[in-house]
Structures are given as structure tokens and as C-alpha cells.
């Protein structure tokens, strides 16, 4: 059996509203092996934005345990679960997310500048060899208003990959672009994951669930199913 990657334990997530508290995730279980192509999907208010954010060290659980790679994260809070969680996890973002002063080259690079004791050349030589390998390679001067929607996700995942991260995090990464141009940033996926990337994304369009090789379902803060 290929060891897990990402392992969550009976992870709990509560927030208090005023006097209301609020059970966002309810004793998740949940195991994804390196190299998988995972998607998680669920209604707006199930929880699965909340799992989201605990799989991809941007918040901690109230209870329950998380590791990844081999690493307990579920307890690290701050600069700790920020060093983390900028190492260990590639973002792509329904919105790019991108900084509009800044050219896709320096985008790229962000990662490893805030990462530290990497010199301006490296960073930018691994920025400018990621994007050549998505096809953005006579586009790395242009800024991200000079780009299609599809170029900026491109950008986007570029972006995710310049860390070498552990798994890539992907938040609905066709939710802003028209149906082509969809298929054609799934098909980067694809090609991602069929080089050996560990690919979750969280979606509530089915035809992006389909692609995965499995799908998580999440309902009222629990794992509804896990099918294949």
C-alpha cells in the first residue's frame, strides 16, 4: 500500500458566533496516498472549504489530529504552520490571486522569496523554467492583465509547482473561465498528475469531480462517501 500523504483523524472544526457555536467539520477521517488525483466535493456550507483550509495548513483543527508527509502539522500554529505550509502546499485559487505590478516571472518566484536564502537569479531561473514547461515561455515579461483567463491559471499553477510542494491545492480552478478554456486547464492537471503530482481539488462542478480519480463527498461536516 503506497504510505499516506495526507492523514486526518477525527479532526473537529468549531467557530463561535456571538453567543452560537458553529460545528463546521464534525470527526473527519480522511487518507489520500502520494500521487492520488483526489477531488472533494459537497454543498456551500458542508464543510468542505473548512477541510480545505485545515489540508492546506491555513487554519488548524479544534481537535483531532493532521499530518502530512509524514509530519504532524495539527498542532503547529503561526510561523511554524506558515513554514509549512509554504513548503509543503501549492495553491491554485479560483481567482488567481495573482499581483497585477508584478510580471508573471516575479509572480512565479513569490513562493521561494518568501520561503528565504534562495538568491533574486535562482528564483526567477526555476520561475522561468516552470512557466516554459506550461507553455507561458515567450510570455514571462507580460504582466497578468496582459493574459487570457486560461494564461493566468497557467501562471497560477505555475506558481503552485515552483516550491516543489508535497501536494497542490487547487480551489475551484475553473470557476472563473469558460468552458474551453476549462478543459484545457484540466487537461494541465492531468498531465500534472500523470507525472507523479498529488492533485486535491475542491469543486462543486461534477465535471471537474469526474476527472479525479476519486471523489470525496462532504455533507454536514462529515466524509458522506469516498467512491472511486
Known amino acids: 500500500m503506497t504510505p499516506a500523504l495526507i492523514t486526518v483523524e477525527q479532526v473537529r472544526k468549531t467557530y463561535s458566533l456571538g453567543r452560537t457555536t458553529v460545528e463546521a467539520l464534525r470527526g ?32 488548524s483543527p479544534t481537535s483531532g489530529a493532521y499530518w502530512l508527509d509524514g509530519q504532524e502539522v495539527s498542532r503547529l500554529r503561526g510561523t511554524a504552520l506558515a513554514r509549512t505550509r509554504n513548503r509543503k502546499v501549492g495553491f491554485v485559487f479560483q481567482n488567481f490571486n495573482l499581483l497585477p505590478r508584478l510580471d508573471i516571472v516575479e509572480n512565479v518566484a513569490l513562493p521561494l522569496r518568501y520561503r528565504g536564502g534562495i538568491r533574486r537569479r535562482e528564483r526567477h531561473a526555476r520561475a522561468e523554467a516552470v512557466l516554459a ?33 508535497a501536494i497542490l491545492l487547487a480551489d475551484e480552478p475553473t470557476g472563473n ?52
Open 28 to 59: 473527519v477521517d480522511l487518507r489520500i496516498s502520494g500521487g492520488e488525483f483526489v477531488a472533494i466535493t459537497g454543498p456551500s456550507g458542508s464543510g468542505k472549504s473548512t477541510l480545505m483550509h485545515i489540508i492546506g495548513c491555513l487554519d
Open 133 to 165: 514547461r506550461l507553455g507561458l515561455g515567450e510570455r514571462l515579461r507580460h504582466k497578468p492583465d496582459e493574459l487570457s483567463g486560461g494564461e493566468r491559471q497557467r501562471v497560477a499553477i505555475a506558481r503552485s509547482l515552483v516550491n516543489d510542494p
Open 177 to 228: 473561465l469558460d468552458s474551453k478554456t476549462s478543459a484545457e486547464i484540466m487537461r494541465v492537471l492531468r498531465e500534472l498528475h500523470a507525472a507523479g503530482h498529488t492533485l486535491v481539488i475542491v469543486t462543486h462542478d461534477a465535471n471537474v469531480a469526474a476527472e479525479a480519480q476519486r471523489r470525496i463527498h462532504i455533507r454536514d461536516g462529515r466524509v458522506a462517501n469516498g467512491e472511486p
